[in-house]
């Protein structure tokens, strides 16, 4: 679903793309790329990839949810060219299962999602997968690892400034899901309806050359049934890494990312790519923070004026001492 023709983004081809000697791994590369065009592929997820990364000790993303029409798949894929990670978790409901089962969405960019993270593995990136309920299929291969993405039921992870922090997707504390799967499933169903309605928004918001804004998130944040129950989750997974006695706990699962105290154990939610578009990282002291990424790279960096190339006219209106 592109509003314009992609074409138009074609980047000149270089000398060596068209040199007759191609080896058969750049054949393939380059079909891959081509499949991805035809896929509806924005040509600018295509190209080389940002020569000036950010660097991140660990990143943390969840709620992903591959295979649904919900999942921002591009914006997740401009954030993963744009930032490197020595160990990335994987926070659970990163590939939808229970939709799988219904109906199954997957395009170009959901399949770049998956190579681009496979591809940092390859290139020495530590990828740590703990599943949530809706990826709870792998919970059966917790112990395994899958071209180079290990597979566990949770994990401890050792910041930089040697804090322990729990990492689990957060169903445990969800008692609807827990203990009434039909009601859970029912609601799965009417919130597939809401983020339809919102991924419709977006795109009206998109041709109006606004940016990125999440119905859904706009409404859990002001109904008040949502936020007493945020609370609530909030409190009883904090509650529960007090008990284990960690530092803190990373979890994802309700959509909601927030880094909060709470009497001393930080409770940090990387919140989700379905409507906030945000991930948690750790830099290189141990810091954690939130990174939102609600617009591609390209409007960021136009809106700040850093890639726009220096015009050489303009050179000659400033004026010189000589
Ligand atoms: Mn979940």
């Not at 035809?38 to 993303?61: M, N, S």
């Not at 170009?108 to 290139?123: D, P, T």
């Not at 827990?178 to 009206?204: P, Q, T, V």
Request: aromatic residues 10%; hydrophobic residues 40%; negative net charge.
């Amino acid at each position: 679903m592109t509003l314009f023709d992609t074409t138009m983004f074609d980047r000149p081809r270089q000398a060596s793309e068209t040199a007759p000697p191609q080896s058969a791994k750049k054949a393939r590369k380059e079909a891959a790329r081509a499949r991805a065009r035809r896929g509806g592929l924005d040509e600018r997820l295509l190209g080389p990839r940002p020569r000036h990364r950010k660097q991140h000790r660990t990143l943390f993303l969840s709620d992903i949810h591959l295979g649904t029409p919900g999942c921002k798949a591009e914006l997740l894929l401009d954030f993963l060219r744009h930032n490197d990670a020595d160990t990335i978790y994987l926070v659970g409901d990163i590939i939808d299962g229970w939709r799988i089962k219904r109906s199954w969405y997957w395009n170009a960019a959901h399949n770049a999602v998956v190579q681009e993270l496979l591809r940092k593995s390859r290139k020495g990136a530590t990828i740590i997968y703990v599943p949530g309920n809706h990826d709870e299929a792998l919970r059966d291969y917790t112990g395994l690892n899958f071209g180079g993405v290990d597979v566990v039921g949770e994990a401890i992870h050792e910041t930089a400034d040697g804090r322990q922090f729990l990492v689990i997707h957060g169903d445990q504390f969800d008692s609807v899901v827990k203990y009434a799967k039909w009601l859970a499933h029912l609601g799965d169903r009417a919130y597939g309806m809401a983020l339809a309605l919102n991924n419709w928004l977006h795109e009206i918001r998109r041709f109006f050359g606004l940016s990125y804004w999440s119905l859904s998130a706009y409404l859990k944040n002001r109904v008040k049934n949502a936020v007493e129950y945020i609370s609530s989750y909030e409190h009883a997974v904090a509650r529960s890494a007090r008990e284990r006695g960690v530092d803190g706990v990373i979890c994802g699962h309700i959509h909601h990312a927030e880094i909060r105290d709470f009497d001393g154990v930080l409770y940090c939610n990387d919140g989700d790519w379905v409507e906030s578009c945000t991930a948690l990282s750790e830099d290189e002291t141990g810091a954690l923070s939130l990174i939102t990424w609600q617009t591609f790279s390209w409007d960021t960096e136009l809106a700040n004026g850093e890639t726009e190339p220096a015009d050489e006219d303009d050179a000659l209106l400033v004026p010189t001492a000589a």
